[in-house]
């Protein structure tokens, strides 16, 4: 009887790492209760920081008390790709109802849907308690608790959180306050490179100096590329080009059907 409640907690203590591998890595939340915001987080900086709701019955993974859990979650089901801001979820289904923000009367799930699994012993029941972040057309309650256990956003916060985490990310629920973490470096803007390849061509156009051999494959590449590019402006006729007609394509309105 030992042995298979062993290999149990073993595997709860490894699914962490088992979920980690499945998403970016580089991507994470943070959700501080104290705080009442969530962070997210890209390569150890930070992206945003948006007000939530957590529970207004407090802390814990009991079943029946409606309390948010704490610790390591993973992402493991998205749901309401594409639908309308304020869209109403009844059992995850999108009802075709549309909220607005703050409607009277009225307190459902709404816009998008991210929902959690436990890591840990302390959050196991957290999936099938249907612990989700997502939207609530209640948005001026947003920033104290007021949920039945799940963490809620405005409708633009949770969709603009949404398009940014792949299934498995890694949500981490605290008790305390955010940690202090610098903002996240921006990436150069793509026309760098090709800038750069510009200035060394301009001041090298025939590669004699010894600066051109540092090149990567990359680079190489890109400068190839850059060159075709000028050989098809001086080649282009001065006539405009009959624009090409939109086909356009039919989206889904809820990829995810009910769990």
Same mark, same amino acid.
């Given at each position: 009887?030992?042995?298979?409640?062993?290999?149990?907690?073993?595997?709860?203590?490894?699914?962490?790492?088992?979920?980690?591998?499945?998403?970016?890595?580089?991507?994470?939340?943070?959700?501080?209760?104290?705080?009442?915001?969530?962070?997210?987080?890209?390569?150890?900086?930070?992206?945003?920081?948006?007000?939530?709701?957590?529970?207004?019955?407090?802390?814990?993974?009991?079943?029946?008390?409606?309390?948010?859990?704490?610790?390591?979650?993973?992402?493991?089901?998205?749901?309401?790709?594409?639908?309308?801001?304020?869209?109403?979820?009844?059992?995850?289904?999108?009802?075709?109802?549309?909220?607005?923000? #703050?409607?009277?009367?009225?307190?459902?799930?709404?816009?998008?849907?991210?929902?959690?699994?436990?890591?840990?012993?302390?959050?196991? !029941?957290?999936?099938?308690?249907?612990?989700?972040? !997502?939207?609530?057309?209640?948005?001026?309650?947003?920033?104290?608790?007021?949920?039945?256990?799940?963490?809620?956003?405005?409708?633009?916060?949770?969709?603009?959180?949404? #398009?940014?985490?792949?299934?498995?990310?890694?949500?981490?629920?605290?008790?305390?306050?955010?940690?202090?973490?610098?903002?996240?470096?921006?990436?150069?803007?793509? #026309?760098?490179?090709?800038?750069?390849?510009?200035?060394?061509?301009?001041?090298?156009?025939?590669?004699?100096?010894?600066?051109?051999?540092?090149?990567?494959?990359?680079?190489?590449?890109?400068?190839?590329?850059?060159?075709?590019?000028?050989?098809?402006?001086?080649?282009?006729?001065?006539?405009?080009?009959?624009?090409?007609?939109?086909?356009?394509?039919?989206?889904?309105?809820?990829?995810?059907?009910?769990?």
């Amino acid at each position: 009887m030992l042995r298979p409640l062993a290999v149990i907690f073993s595997l709860i203590s490894v699914a962490p790492a088992l979920f980690a591998t499945q998403a970016d890595p580089s991507t994470r939340l943070v959700i501080s209760v104290r705080d009442q915001k969530l962070m997210l987080l890209q390569n150890g900086g930070k992206v945003a920081t948006y007000p939530v709701s957590t529970s207004m019955f407090g802390l814990g993974d009991y079943w029946g008390r409606m309390t948010t859990p704490l610790g390591y979650f993973a992402v493991a089901q998205k749901i309401g790709d594409h639908a309308p801001i304020g869209a109403v979820f009844h059992s995850r289904r999108f009802t075709g109802e549309i909220l607005a923000p #703050n409607a009277p009367g009225r307190d459902p799930v709404i816009t998008r849907i991210i929902w959690l699994r436990g890591l840990e012993a302390q959050n196991v !029941h957290a999936f099938q308690r249907c612990i989700y972040i !997502h939207g609530t057309p209640q948005e001026k309650t947003i920033g104290r608790p007021a949920s039945y256990g799940c963490i809620r956003m405005k409708s633009s916060d949770i969709t603009a959180l949404y #398009n940014q985490l792949s299934l498995g990310a890694i949500v981490q629920i605290v008790p305390d306050r955010l940690p202090k973490v610098p903002k996240a470096t921006p990436l150069p803007p793509s #026309n760098t490179l090709v800038a750069e390849l510009e200035k060394t061509t301009v001041q090298d156009p025939l590669g004699t100096k010894s600066d051109s051999a540092s090149l990567t494959v990359e680079q190489m590449r890109m400068a190839g590329a850059l060159a075709a590019e000028r050989q098809k402006r001086q080649a282009r006729p001065t006539d405009k080009a009959t624009p090409a007609l939109n086909n356009g394509a039919t989206i889904a309105q809820n990829k995810n059907p009910r769990a």
